[in-house]
């Protein structure tokens, strides 16, 4: 059975037990492992090349799979194509371990940040919001195509309308972390990815107890599951 995509729509923080989402039962001794297996500047190649060590020897019951950012980007560039074939097989592998796998899109970025590190030309007529466009629409395609579930977190984002040079950007910039990053989320927007992949998992029902969260450096955040991360916020919320 296909799964549905869920929009994130209820407030924050109003997750279990509001209206159509099942209430998960709390202090049962049920033990519920997260593994944070993001690392910083991974593109679909990278990710192939440790999947074994990172993601499947954990024997994950769900994989939650976001990657993109940097196979669209100039410095670990990857054509459409081939992005397309290695995300299918890093799925492929994945299902045949018997995990379940949750795709995400990509998120947003500002742009005049993000021409701070790559040329513009790199993108060409399409330009930076057209290539991620066609990344994420690549992604929810291989969602349909091999029945996984998908969370379009990158339309999240855009709906938020909190993507920009504002103190209150859910993206890192001057304003909000002295930084003219444009692309790394801040801590409450890290915050907002948890609380969108643990309202997804319930809403869905799929496994909680052994989650793997593969992906770059979005996914790592801070590093591991215990500090500024969307994996951390995730184990708090399970625990």
Not at 148 to 157: E, K, P, Q, R, Y
Not at 195 to 200: G, N, R, W
């Amino acid at each position: 059975m296909q799964r549905r995509t869920f929009l994130y729509t209820a407030a924050l923080g109003a997750l279990a037990g509001a209206a159509g989402i099942p209430a998960r039962a709390k202090g049962q001794g049920t033990d519920y492992t997260v593994i944070n297996a993001g690392i910083g500047g991974n593109n679909t190649l990278d990710l192939l090349k440790r999947i074994d060590r990172d993601c499947l020897a954990h024997q994950p019951e769900l994989t939650v799979l976001m990657i993109g950012t940097n196979d669209m980007n100039s410095m670990k560039y990857v054509p459409l194509e081939q992005y397309r074939a290695n995300v299918a097989t890093l799925v492929k592998k994945i299902q045949a371990q018997k995990s379940q796998v949750l795709l995400m899109t990509i998120c947003p970025f500002i742009e005049e940040f993000l021409f701070t590190r790559h040329k513009r030309e790199h993108y060409g007529a399409e330009g930076p919001s057209g290539r991620r466009a066609a990344v994420n629409k690549t992604i929810r395609e291989l969602a349909t195509h091999y029945n996984t579930a998908f969370l379009d977190l990158g339309a999240l984002f855009d709906k938020a309308g909190k993507v920009g040079t504002g103190k209150d950007s859910l993206i890192q910039n001057v304003e909000n972390s002295n930084k003219t990053d444009g692309v790394h989320p801040t801590t409450e927007g890290y915050r907002f990815i948890g609380l969108a992949v643990y309202d997804f998992i319930v809403y869905n029902r799929l496994p909680q107890q052994r989650i793997v969260c593969f992906g770059d450096s979005i996914t790592a955040g801070d590093g591991g599951v215990e500090k500024n991360s969307y994996p951390a916020v995730l184990k708090r919320l399970l625990a």
